[in-house]
């Protein structure tokens, strides 16, 4: 099995997509869908094969398929987010992972999940407690996986995914001003733009990462790592970021799974 990475494409709604911790602005729909464009050819020339989760057009905020779900080993855990308007973007995402051969299993009220909210480093899954997931979807996510879950607090951004991620090393980077403790993560690695905090890892020592955050860039590759740079300009009008953007599936194996 190679890696895979499902997508989604834009909704022509996506302007109408939910902002809750920054002001709205507008968005350019067609910029937008060129920009996914091109996010998907980054993903394909690092050979990632790239699966199209069928369109959600009726929901504006469904081109960030990572939140419906939460894959973890063989397991593909079916989110139900704190935004009830986004609950109906799980039913497509559900057939893409039970069709890629996931185990599915679903949680259900009253706990609420989205899967920007979880980080994988190893054995160890970091889950954001705040406006999208809740203290009992978080016991049921604890419940399901065969790992050490850690809830952290989240109240300046949207997801946990929108203040930190993980380096291919397992060290943690985010942006200290909205990060609620860094003291949670081992090894926390402050980045100098809001945007850098935010990295897709394509294998080996590359990254794929927002073009808003160059000074990051650089301080990614003084590292010895080799940022992948794509605009995503728009997207991140409605607090998206890279890794919103698509679930990658990476072989399932006996070794740990790497940090994502």
């Given at each position: 099995?190679?890696?895979?990475?499902?997508?989604?494409?834009?909704?022509?709604?996506?302007?109408?997509?939910?902002?809750?911790?920054?002001?709205?602005?507008?968005?350019?729909?067609?910029?937008?869908?060129?920009?996914?464009?091109?996010?998907?050819?980054?993903?394909?020339?690092?050979?990632?094969?790239?699966?199209?989760?069928?369109?959600?057009?009726?929901?504006?905020?469904?081109?960030?398929?990572?939140?419906?779900?939460?894959?973890?080993?063989?397991?593909?855990?079916?989110?139900?987010?704190?935004?009830?308007?986004?609950?109906?973007?799980?039913?497509?995402?559900?057939?893409?992972?039970?069709?890629?051969?996931?185990?599915?299993?679903?949680?259900?009220?009253?706990?609420?999940?989205?899967?920007?909210?979880?980080?994988?480093?190893?054995?160890?899954?970091?889950?954001?407690?705040?406006?999208?997931?809740?203290?009992?979807?978080?016991?049921?996510?604890?419940?399901?996986?065969?790992?050490?879950?850690?809830?952290?607090?989240?109240?300046?951004?949207?997801?946990?995914?929108?203040?930190?991620?993980?380096?291919?090393?397992g060290s943690?980077?985010?942006?200290?001003?909205?990060?609620?403790?860094?003291?949670?993560?081992?090894?926390?690695r402050a980045?100098?733009?809001?945007?850098?905090?935010?990295?897709?890892?394509?294998?080996?020592?590359?990254?794929?990462?927002?073009?808003?955050?160059?000074?990051?860039?650089?301080?990614?590759?003084?590292?010895?790592?080799?940022?992948?740079?794509?605009?995503?300009?728009?997207?991140?009008?409605?607090?998206?970021?890279?890794?919103?953007?698509?679930?990658?599936?990476?072989?399932?194996?006996?070794?740990?799974?790497?940090?994502?």
């Open positions: 099995m190679t890696n895979r990475a499902l997508v989604r494409r834009p909704s022509p709604r996506l302007a109408q997509g939910l902002v809750s911790h920054i002001d709205r602005r507008p968005v350019d729909v067609e910029l937008a869908a060129a920009q996914w464009q091109r996010y998907v050819v980054a993903l394909a020339d690092a050979g990632w094969e790239v699966v199209e989760v069928p369109p959600a057009d009726d929901c504006p905020d469904s081109v960030f398929v990572e939140d419906p779900v939460v894959v973890y080993r063989d397991l593909a855990v079916i989110a139900r987010s704190g935004a009830p308007a986004r609950r109906p973007e799980a039913t497509g995402v559900e057939t893409a992972v039970r069709a890629a051969g996931y185990r599915v299993a679903h949680i259900v009220a009253p706990g609420t999940l989205d899967g920007g909210d979880v980080l994988k480093i190893g054995s160890t899954v970091y889950v954001g407690r705040g406006g999208r997931t809740n203290d009992d979807g978080i016991r049921q996510l604890a419940s399901l996986l065969a790992a050490t879950v850690v809830p952290v607090p989240v109240t300046k951004v949207l997801h946990l995914k929108s203040a930190v991620t993980a380096l291919p090393d943690v980077i985010g942006y200290p001003p909205l990060v609620d403790d860094p003291s949670v993560f081992a090894g926390f980045v100098p733009e809001e945007a850098g905090s935010h990295v897709v890892l394509l294998g080996g020592d590359r990254v794929l990462m927002a073009a808003s955050a160059p000074a990051t860039a650089a301080l990614l590759a003084s590292m010895g790592l080799d940022p992948v740079a794509v605009d995503i300009s728009e997207f991140e009008k409605l607090e998206g970021c890279v890794t919103c953007l698509s679930v990658r599936l990476r072989p399932v194996s006996g070794a740990a799974p790497e940090a994502r």
